[in-house]
């Protein structure tokens, strides 16, 4: 037995067992392979077919609103255009989820609100093109007084006079801009709603 020549202390060698063989980074074992097929990853959101969805589904809704005698279910309308939009992008482009819907539904009710804003313009600027102001505060007046003759409400009278107005005309059209956001948006968060579920 070798002794230490320093301290004359016995030295004893540790050899590795032959039943323990070295393992190797080639003999490890390889980690099963995923193949792509199951590998599903989620459609990215197409922004041209979602803008190209709102604006037809805006310009639909503005059309509707514009009728005398579908006018006063513009709530429902509203709601209705924003589902369009969601479901007329899941046509093209697949599925959408519930925040994809509101956001469609969302930028219907901006488009509409921009068709609004452009025809509204153009057409006070052809008013005052042809028309003196004078005789324009008289038409208006008179639209008003047939409007409160089937309608001889004391409420209604003094909104619609208020609505004349240059503080009640931006009053109604910052509530029209809510309104088409908050409705339009809420349609396509439902049709996405509705779509998910009707796929599963």
Same mark, same amino acid.
């Given at each position: ?68 005698? &579908? @006018? ?10 924003? #589902? +369009?939009? =969601?479901? /007329?992008?899941?046509?093209? !482009? ?31 600027? &052809? @008013? ?6 004078a005789e324009i505060?008289? #038409? +208006?007046? =008179?639209? /008003?007084?047939?409007?409160? !003759? ?5 409420a209604v009278r ?43």
């Amino acid at each position: 037995m070798p002794f230490c020549p320093a301290c004359r202390a016995p030295q004893i060698r540790v050899g590795r067992s032959e039943a323990e063989p070295a393992v190797s980074p080639e003999t490890w074992p390889a980690r099963p392979e995923v193949p792509a097929a199951a590998i599903t990853t989620k459609p990215e959101f197409d922004r041209r077919r979602a803008r190209r969805s709102a604006l037809v589904s805006g310009g639909l809704l503005v059309m509707v609103m514009l009728l005398p005698p &579908l @006018a006063p279910f513009a709530i429902l309308w509203m709601l209705l255009a924003g #589902a +369009l939009s =969601a479901t /007329l992008y899941q046509r093209r !482009a697949g599925r959408a989820t519930v925040g994809e819907g509101a956001r469609l539904g969302i930028t219907t009710g901006f488009f509409a609100f921009a068709i609004v804003t452009v025809l509204s313009g153009a057409s006070a600027a &052809l @008013a005052l093109a042809i028309l003196s102001p004078a005789e324009i505060r008289a #038409a +208006l007046q =008179a639209q /008003l007084t047939r409007t409160l !003759a089937n309608n001889p409400d004391p409420a209604v009278r003094q909104t619609l006079e208020q609505m004349l107005t240059p503080h009640g005309i931006v009053l109604a059209f910052v509530s029209l801009f809510i309104g088409l956001i908050v409705l339009c948006g809420l349609g396509g968060m439902l049709a996405g709603l509705f779509g998910m579920r009707w796929r599963k």
